[in-house]
């Protein structure tokens, strides 16, 4: 399922086969949170784009329109007329995000719906069940992220958790896919790495959870408030103990120069929201850096927004005009700059799959990894 055909140092090029396609690697994935990229970007669009794999959210597909529904209708492929590969999270992070709301205890977590306030309760059974029920190509196990900085004791207990957690997913997993009416007998598990910013709680929750023969593994709970050299020394103390077989998916990261330097760092997947939510703010990404679609200097401008860019948009429109659409809050705004800032980062991970290829990733990091990041 999935096989690691060069490497440059600890940078790993490779190839990751699902039931719905093959995937080169290292790859950014599309988020589509309640199955649909934010911005008016459909399934159709992604092809153009260069996604490779599309990413949708447990809860908030089980909050509306309900996983129930999606099953119904054939699952979340032919819901959102996406065939390619589908990555599920599994509804964890908003044990996190949804502080204010929660109750946590062994048996799972309950909730109170964002949308109407109705109590709602998911452990690792209910997360699989309802990424069962979504049919997606790779399940993640629930998990509890971890605000950071955090108390060594409840990071300590939380990672204990979260194996038990991990032990009750595979158990459910496996009896799901072996199912007469499962939408997707192939559905593939990852596991989740966890442990804050402490090391040794980190690097042992790793050796436990690699054990476990998962068909990948995640390192979640970063990128929440630490410094970004926190991270990369957590990535980098981590990586020698993850499987080296299995593909390596840093969740939620993050910005170009996080991409570039996470793979220099052993990672293979990525997700973030991050390209989108900028750019509907006006914050597009160029190959000399960021740019502010709304600053005065660009009302004139007829350039397009990158030059170096063969995009959709790059192709057609100007700064000029994108800036008058994002001023007049015209809603084709939204969706160009999401489609170029999507387009951006699937063209910056192809990028770096060739460089490897070339075996010159040394070299890309050294030119772009500062300056992608920066603001013109």
Wanted: proline fraction near 4%; charge should be neutral.
């Amino acid at each position: 399922m999935f096989e690691v055909i060069k490497t440059e140092g600890k940078a790993r090029r490779g190839v990751f086969q699902c039931a719905h396609g093959t995937v080169q690697t290292p790859v950014f994935m599309n988020v589509g949170t309640q199955a649909a990229i934010k911005g008016g970007v459909s399934a159709l669009d992604l092809k153009e784009i260069g996604c490779q794999i599309e990413l949708s959210n447990t809860y908030h597909l089980h909050v509306r329109p309900g996983d129930d529904t999606v099953r119904a209708l054939g699952g979340l492929h032919k819901f959102m007329r996406w065939d390619g590969p589908i990555l599920t999270d599994s509804g964890g992070f908003q044990v996190f995000s949804l502080a204010k709301l929660r109750q946590i205890r062994e048996e799972g977590v309950t909730f109170a719906s964002h949308v109407d306030g109705r109590r709602i309760f998911m452990g690792p059974e209910e997360s699989m069940r309802i990424q069962s029920n979504l049919g997606s190509d790779i399940a993640m196990a629930f998990d509890e992220c971890v605000e950071n900085p955090a108390r060594y004791e409840y990071a300590k207990a939380s990672v204990e958790r979260t194996t038990r957690w991990l032990e009750r997913c595979i158990q459910e997993h496996q009896r799901l896919n072996a199912l007469p009416d499962t939408v997707n007998p192939h559905q593939q598990l990852f596991g989740i790495n966890q442990g804050c910013t402490y090391k040794d709680l980190r690097i042992h929750h790793m050796q436990q959870i690699a054990r476990l023969d998962c068909d990948g593994y995640a390192i979640g709970g970063l990128a929440v408030g630490e410094p970004t050299e926190v991270m990369y020394e957590i990535l980098d103390a981590v990586e020698p103990y993850a499987p080296w077989e299995k593909p390596r998916y840093l969740m939620g990261v993050g910005t170009p120069s996080n991409i570039i330097e996470g793979v220099a760092r052993g990672v293979d997947f990525f997700d973030c929201v991050m390209p989108a939510r900028n750019a509907r703010h006006g914050k597009l990404y160029t190959w000399k850096g960021a740019i502010n679609l709304k600053n005065e200097k660009y009302r004139l401008d007829e350039s397009p927004i990158d030059p170096e860019c063969d995009c959709p948009v790059c192709r057609v429109f100007s700064r000029a005009y994108l800036r008058h659409l994002m001023k007049a809050e015209e809603v084709l705004a939204l969706r160009l700059c999401v489609i170029h800032n999507l387009y951006f980062y699937n063209k910056l991970m192809q990028r770096i799959r060739d460089a490897l290829d070339a075996g010159v990733f040394a070299q890309f990091r050294a030119e772009y990894s500062g300056m992608l990041d920066k603001r013109i």
